[in-house]
């Protein structure tokens, strides 16, 4: 049934397209109506012409087959990950969620310097975060807490279905003095 669904599918928007083209070109005065219709009435009396012209619309097709699936392969960007949920499939850019990570990263004041990395096999998320902080603080438990909240935005970005492992390494400690936090 699915083979036969596409099929009226696309049999559907070749006839909507040909019949729009056709609107066009009377309604620009390229053709007469009795012209379309007289061409019409010649290629139902030569079963030659019939061939020709069947022939050239198959070519057309499998060339507008081929030039839309190029432009959809081309439309899909590269930095692009595409997981499988719970609803389906889902597609979401790699800056998206480095994105979303930076912005987990905002709401702790003793972040001075973060670099995000994202990594993506399969249905695994993993992403690197290296972090300059503020001398001073209890890291284990620092630590503890930007996971939590990156993780919690991560998870509402992308949803319940994915494996997501986190690994957040300090990179430097800041003493308070030369310290400007991250914007």
Same mark, same amino acid.
């Not at 007469?32 to 009396?45: G, N, S």
């Not at 432009?71 to 960007?77: A, D, F, H, I, Y």
């Not at 209890?138 to 503890?144: A, H, K, M, N, S």
């Given at each position: @049934?699915?083979?036969?669904? *596409?099929?009226?599918?696309? =049999?559907? #928007?070749?006839?909507? *397209?040909?019949?729009?083209?056709?609107?066009?070109?009377?309604?620009?005065?390229?053709?007469? @109506? /009795?012209?379309?219709?007289?061409?019409?009435?010649? %290629?139902?009396?030569?079963?030659?012409?019939?061939?020709?012209?069947?022939?050239?619309?198959? %070519? =057309?097709?499998?060339?507008?087959? *081929?030039?839309?699936?190029?432009? #959809?392969?081309?439309?899909?960007?590269?930095?692009? @990950?595409?997981?499988?949920?719970?609803? $389906?499939?889902?597609?979401?850019?790699?800056?998206?969620? /480095?994105? #979303?990570?930076?912005?987990?990263?905002?709401?702790?004041?003793?972040?001075?310097?973060?670099?995000?990395?994202?990594?993506?096999?399969?249905?695994? !998320?993993?992403? %690197?975060?290296? !972090?300059?902080?503020?001398? $001073?603080?209890?890291?284990?438990?620092?630590?503890?807490?930007?996971?939590?909240?990156?993780?919690?935005? @991560?998870?509402? !970005?992308?949803?319940?279905?994915?494996?997501?492992?986190?690994?957040?390494?300090?990179? $430097?400690?800041?003493?308070? /003095?030369?310290?400007?936090?991250?914007?």
């Amino acid at each position: @049934m699915k083979v036969l669904h *596409l099929f009226v599918l696309i =049999f559907a #928007v070749f006839a909507f *397209l040909t019949i729009g083209s056709l609107m066009i070109i009377i309604s620009l005065h390229v053709l007469t @109506m /009795e012209d379309a219709l007289l061409q019409v009435q010649d %290629l139902y009396e030569n079963p030659w012409q019939s061939f020709k012209i069947g022939a050239s619309g198959i %070519l =057309f097709i499998f060339v507008g087959i *081929l030039f839309s699936k190029m432009l #959809v392969k081309e439309t899909r960007s590269d930095n692009d @990950m595409v997981l499988r949920g719970q609803w $389906g499939y889902l597609t979401v850019s790699l800056k998206a969620v /480095e994105d #979303v990570a930076r912005k987990g990263l905002r709401k702790f004041q003793e972040i001075c310097d973060a670099k995000v990395k994202v990594e993506v096999r399969g249905n695994h !998320l993993k992403i %690197l975060i290296g !972090l300059s902080v503020l001398a $001073g603080l209890d890291l284990q438990e620092f630590t503890r807490l930007v996971q939590g909240e990156v993780l919690r935005k @991560m998870k509402h !970005l992308v949803g319940e279905g994915f494996e997501i492992e986190m690994v957040v390494n300090v990179t $430097g400690i800041v003493e308070p /003095e030369a310290a400007v936090p991250v914007a």
